[in-house]
């Protein structure tokens, strides 16, 4: 049987087999652009924010080092996180750049597979220079393994390309709202720059400006840049399709299009204002507008300015300050090794199980549906129904399964019993699906679900496997 990655503990596939033909793609391209597109995979295999089948195995964490932040969002009020990684209504607790030294190194030793450290808040990084850069030469010197990361609205960014360079900062994330001063002063009241604060749109002008020349440097210094967009409805929703062949031609190697979030009780502008957030089909259907190169980021959680963990599980609370600094650093470069090459190893065996399914299926080609999966990572159908927080989503056509999202919920299981309320929730969150594929789904809730239409199916094994395996039942119950 399969088990997750999660555990620390990448196992065999066994007996999946290697696969050969197919569209050999070396035959596709020149010399020169494969061994670039190679390099490129090398550098972003193990981020997992920039590749999403390096997010079902390795982890990130962020260490809370930057308090101040130098433009107003209308998303964001200063009580929280910056909204621009984070998600809103959370407040992390604040590091020294030492103390944050400490918590990456006992991190790197109890989550061997965490391998990019990011900085992003809870203001902005760059408003804090040295405290930013000060971590970043702490963490390079103790850890040199760890990828170093970080998350910028880039009014500051063209002044710190440089110093990027210099620490070996490999990616750079920029949060672009507008191209168009005009959509871009529904969002942003006021921006403070050269110890001056501008209002309206003479300050969204500098802004825009400053993030077109920080994306242009990134670029000419060969430094991977992703972009964030909050998708505002009515705001900004119709204008990022512009926005995303704009930072596309300017060299961004990925869009990340979140929701907005907002609440009345974050107390910013939107929440008060009333302004609402996307439906996951809006966003998904923008994704899909801006998607004509692929590579659109869909696996996003917008997680917290010091969170710990996979994408889909925040350890952050094993880890809070009083914790860690009672740990001492367990970094073991060697170990760590050994950890990444067993994830290696059991992800090379998985792409082959995955080409094996495919080369079964293929010509079955069908209708696109959408299943929803209980997993800890590894990409594997691995947990029960009761006990997800969330479920990603993957898009099935009989040849492939394609990952397109997920969704947050409470889990069901709440102290070993199911709660209606919560069950009640969770069939709203995946009613567009037509199947939930989990290792173990209670009786209660599989009838709650088939009346709702989504068919429960339960296995332990590789997601894409395990997503065929259901269509082709799908398939034949529509045709029954
Ligand atoms: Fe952190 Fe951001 Fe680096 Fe990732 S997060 S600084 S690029 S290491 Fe990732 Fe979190 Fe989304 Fe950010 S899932 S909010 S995109
Ligand atoms: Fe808040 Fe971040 Fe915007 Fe600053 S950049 S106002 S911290 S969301």
Redesign the pocket.
């Known amino acids: 049987m399969l088990q997750t990655t999660s555990t620390l503990t990448p196992v065999s596939t066994k007996p999946h087999s290697k696969t050969s033909g197919g569209c050999a793609s070396s035959s596709c391209g020149s010399p020169t652009t494969e061994i670039q597109d190679q390099k490129l995979q090398e550098r972003i295999a193990k981020h997992p924010c920039y590749s999403e089948e390096a997010h079902h195995h390795y982890a990130r964490m962020h260490v809370a080092v930057a308090p101040a932040?130098n433009?107003?969002?209308n998303?964001?009020n200063r009580k929280y996180d910056?909204?621009?990684e984070s998600r809103p209504g959370v407040v992390s607790e604040l590091l020294t750049p030492e103390e944050a030294a400490h918590k990456v190194l006992v991190i790197a030793g109890k989550i061997p597979q965490m391998t990019v450290l990011g900085i992003a808040?809870p203001?902005?990084p760059l408003a804090n220079p040295e405290k930013t850069f000060r971590t970043f030469e702490l963490i390079a010197d103790k850890a040199p393994d760890i990828k170093l990361c970080l998350s910028t609205?880039g009014l500051m960014l063209p002044d710190y390309v440089d110093r990027i360079k210099q620490l070996n900062v490999d990616h750079v994330t920029i949060?672009i709202n507008m191209v168009d001063p005009k959509v871009g002063e529904k969002i942003y009241p006021w921006v403070h720059y050269g110890r001056k604060r501008y209002r309206g749109i003479e300050g969204v002008k500098i802004l825009h400006e400053r993030q077109m020349e920080g994306l242009q440097a990134l670029k000419e210094a060969d430094i991977l840049c992703k972009v964030n967009s909050v998708m505002i409805p009515g705001i900004n929703d119709e204008h990022l399709v512009e926005v995303d062949e704009v930072i596309r031609s300017k060299g961004a190697f990925l869009h990340n299009i979140m929701p907005l979030i907002s609440a009345p009780e974050h107390g910013t502008h939107f929440g008060l204002t009333g302004q609402r957030g996307p439906t996951p089909k809006e966003l998904k259907n923008l994704q899909d507008n801006c998607s004509g190169n692929m590579k659109m980021m869909r696996h996003c959680r917008q997680c917290r300015a010091d969170a710990v963990g996979l994408l889909g599980e925040d350890r952050s609370q094993e880890f809070t300050k009083d914790k860690f600094m009672e740990m001492a650093p367990e970094y073991d470069l060697d170990k760590r090794q050994e950890v990444h090459a067993g994830i290696e190893e059991f992800k090379a065996e998985l792409k082959a199980a995955k080409a094996k399914k495919a080369a079964e299926k293929k010509a079955k080609t069908g209708p696109k549906i959408l299943v929803a999966v209980a997993t800890k990572g590894g990409s594997l159908v691995n947990q029960h129904f009761g006990h997800a927080k969330e479920f990603q989503i993957f898009e099935v056509d009989g040849n492939e399964a394609k990952f397109v999202g997920h969704r947050k919920v409470d889990h069901y299981c709440q102290s070993g019993y199911g709660e209606e309320a919560t069950l009640e929730h969770i069939i709203q969150s995946i009613a567009d699906c037509k199947g939930v594929l989990a290792s173990k789904i209670g009786h209660c809730p599989q009838d709650e679900l088939r009346k709702a239409g989504v068919e429960p199916f339960e296995a332990y094994d590789v997601i894409d496997k395990v997503a065929l395996d259901f269509y082709e039942q799908y398939l034949q119950k529509l045709k029954a």
């Open positions: 932040c433009i107003q969002c998303y964001c910056c909204a621009n808040g203001g902005d609205n949060t």
